[in-house]
């Protein structure tokens, strides 16, 4: 049903511009930055003792800056404990930073007022990772889905449920799921209940957690389609964070990849893919499958496990690991540099 | 088409799910559980023969007769009479009015209070929080049994009429008892709060209002159900207890306790057993059938409880 699909964005858009403070009409996919990220550094306390005194910190993001274009998507990879996924839950302010700044369409996200921030809340919304966790087990899906449509004045008790119905169908579940209880989906129809429950909100930007990696293969694929889906007809930007490379090869306009806390590359999909600098970007893309078993490929296998983010490597934090460190890497924080073509990379070799 | 895998046949798709097909699945599994059943059927027992069985009694008004007192069980009195010439059975059922209502009330008042407390505790922590549970650490600190002495003799003290030392009872009970439901109530709704759903409301922008009473006491109501259920037992019991040391509700108010400290001398110990046995076996039995009952509750609800 085109038509009805249609209407979405033109219902509710209007009723969301009116809410939200915008500077003129957002055109689609321009170089306008939507979301600015300055130094950020989000620490969580190493708290010990009987009066919890904070003994340390987990450096988990570590001075981080990224700027978000409207209508692109960037890939935010990194391994386990690499922080992509803090960067996300500060951006929403799940986890509270420890410095920096966060703008949102030149908006400090930090420096509003609660109440002010409950308001904009509906154009930055979060996908998780865990569809079983993610949905109340006593909440119904409709009810999930519509009472934030409620809250923020997206819908009118009236027409809520008739909302509801286009958003689930939008993101492929048949109306009658309206009822149930996230308890009768599978892992799949979950997160399409997430998505839908995000996209209700018609966000300009949607921070997607790892949203496939807790389902299989074939289910991940439809997903993906989902969102790419998604974007065509929505004009969305989306923050991808993943460890699969693979599926953001397939998704994301722009790649940045992570170590312990901080950025270490960020390029345009087929420069990142075609062109590693950096030691740790090629030994991830050097890891990632390849569907063809003849194909001989030189496997980069790095050594040990990633070092702790309470007391981080001296200099380039990847030294540690990286085959082809010298002196250096050991003393010296190499820039993050701009080597043309928005490719960046933090390394001295590069 | 990207219709997704196991998706619901066709068919069933006009039928919607309309009741909660959880509490359906609950009672379901509680049906098949024989043990809490015969709890429940029990208690139910107990509360028809106390609220409606003395209507059938000619001995209801509690008129003293003072020929026939201290008689055996017979085929006039069932269970036989008291020192005072009362039907034993009909004051054994009046009494368990006045207990269960007790022990219902107080659990009402206790678990309202406690649910209460406990979710402003444990939903802006904080000042609120500190303040809350140093109360209830405080209460949880004395021992209760003490603590209902004191506040009973308290009662004696100020005379107050025997007629309404029950409801004052009732305050009590549930004065002692809403800590430990409090502490429970806060620490379930700690880690509820900490669930990703809970920062999925955050996410979306929803207040407080629908945070706390849309997604998190719905997610207590099952562990709400089973400590109040358990708790109608333990405020029986406590409410015999202060009533059996003359503290709670006095005579000529029955109930199981006093009926038990009624016959608490050697004579009626030994020679007269259907002076104490009966309310003592009803005490046993109705928190013995809630217990049980409640376990089987605790077991389909708040399956992670299990021992």
Avoid at chain 1, 241 to 249: A, F
Avoid at chain 1, 296 to 306: A, F, M, P, S
Wanted: proline share 7%; with cysteine.
């Amino acid at each position: 049903m085109p038509e009805t699909e249609n209407k979405i964005p033109a219902g509710s858009g209007a009723a969301a511009a009116a809410n939200e403070p915008q500077k003129g009409p957002a055109p689609a996919a321009s170089p306008e930055p939507l979301l600015e990220i300055e130094h950020l550094k989000t620490y969580f306390p190493v708290k010990s003792g009987l009066w919890g005194r904070t003994k340390a910190h987990v450096k988990a993001v570590d001075d981080i800056s990224l700027t978000l274009r409207a209508g692109e998507t960037f890939g935010l990879v990194g391994e386990s404990g690499s922080g992509k996924s803090t960067v996300g839950r500060s951006i929403v302010r799940l986890t509270d930073k420890t410095a920096g700044e966060i703008r949102y369409r030149g908006q400090d996200l930090y420096a509003m007022p609660e109440r002010e921030l409950r308001r904009l809340r509906p154009k930055i919304q979060l996908i998780f990772q865990d569809p079983y966790s993610s949905l109340n087990p006593r909440v119904r899906i409709g009810d999930a889905i519509g009472e934030a449509m409620l809250q923020h004045g997206l819908a009118s008790p009236d027409n809520v449920r008739e909302q509801v119905l286009e958003v689930l169908e939008l993101c492929g579940l048949p109306r009658y799921h309206i009822d149930r209880f996230p308890h009768e989906f599978s892992g799949g129809q979950r997160q399409r209940v997430g998505i839908a429950r995000a996209l209700a909100m018609n966000p300009d930007l949607i921070i997607a957690d790892e949203p496939v990696s807790a389902l299989d293969v074939s289910i991940q694929a439809q997903i993906i389609n989902l969102f790419r889906k998604l974007q065509r007809e929505r004009g969305l930007t989306y923050l991808f964070i993943s460890h699969d490379l693979s599926v953001v090869e397939h998704l994301c306009s722009r790649i940045g990849v992570m170590y312990l806390g901080s950025m270490v590359e960020t390029a345009p999909r087929a420069e990142l893919f075609g062109n590693p600098l950096h030691p740790y970007t090629k030994a991830l893309l050097s890891a990632v499958p390849v569907p063809v078993p003849k194909l001989k490929r030189e496997r980069i296998v790095l050594q040990g496990d990633i070092p702790s983010p309470v007391n981080p490597p001296s200099g380039c934090k990847f030294h540690t690991r990286c085959p082809l460190a010298f002196d250096r890497c050991k003393a010296e924080v190499p820039e993050f540099r701009d080597m043309g073509g928005e490719h960046f990379v933090a390394c001295h070799l590069a | 088409m990207s219709s997704v895998s196991g998706a619901a046949a066709p068919g069933r798709g006009a039928k919607t799910a309309v009741k909660s097909s959880m509490w359906r699945q609950s009672v379901r599994l509680l049906l098949k559980n024989k043990l809490a059943i015969a709890g429940l059927v029990i208690v139910v027992l107990m509360f028809l023969a106390c609220f409606i069985g003395p209507m059938f009694s000619p001995y209801a008004d509690n008129k003293t007769n003072m020929r026939i007192m201290n008689r055996a069980p017979n085929l006039q009195h069932w269970l036989g009479t008291d020192k005072l010439g009362r039907d034993v059975l009909t004051r054994v059922l009046l009494a368990g009015r006045i207990s269960l209502t007790v022990g219902l009330a107080s659990m009402v008042l206790s678990v309202t209070l406690g649910t209460l407390l406990g979710a402003l505790s444990g939903f802006f922590r904080g000042v609120v929080d500190q303040v809350i549970m140093r109360v209830a650490d405080l209460l949880l600190t004395i021992p209760s049994l003490p603590l209902l002495f004191i506040f009973g003799a308290l009662l004696s003290d100020w005379k107050v009429p025997p007629e309404n030392r029950m409801y004052i009872v009732m305050l009590i009970l549930s004065l002692v008892n809403w800590p430990s439901m409090a502490r429970m109530i806060r620490g379930q709704m700690l880690s509820l709060r900490e669930r990703e759903f809970m920062q999925a409301t955050t996410v979306l922008g929803l207040n407080n209002k629908r945070k706390l009473f849309h997604h998190l006491l719905p997610n207590l109501i099952p562990l709400i159900i089973v400590i109040a259920t358990l708790n109608i037992g333990g405020a029986i019991l406590s409410e015999s207890v202060l009533s059996f040391f003359g503290l709670g509700v006095t005579a000529p108010t029955p109930t199981w306790g006093n009926m038990i400290d009624a016959a608490n001398n050697l004579i009626d110990f030994q020679e007269r057993p259907w002076l104490w046995m009966p309310p003592g076996l009803s005490i046993f039995i109705t928190v013995i059938a809630i217990n049980i009952f409640g376990d089987g509750l605790r077991d389909v609800l708040d399956p992670k409880q299990k021992r």
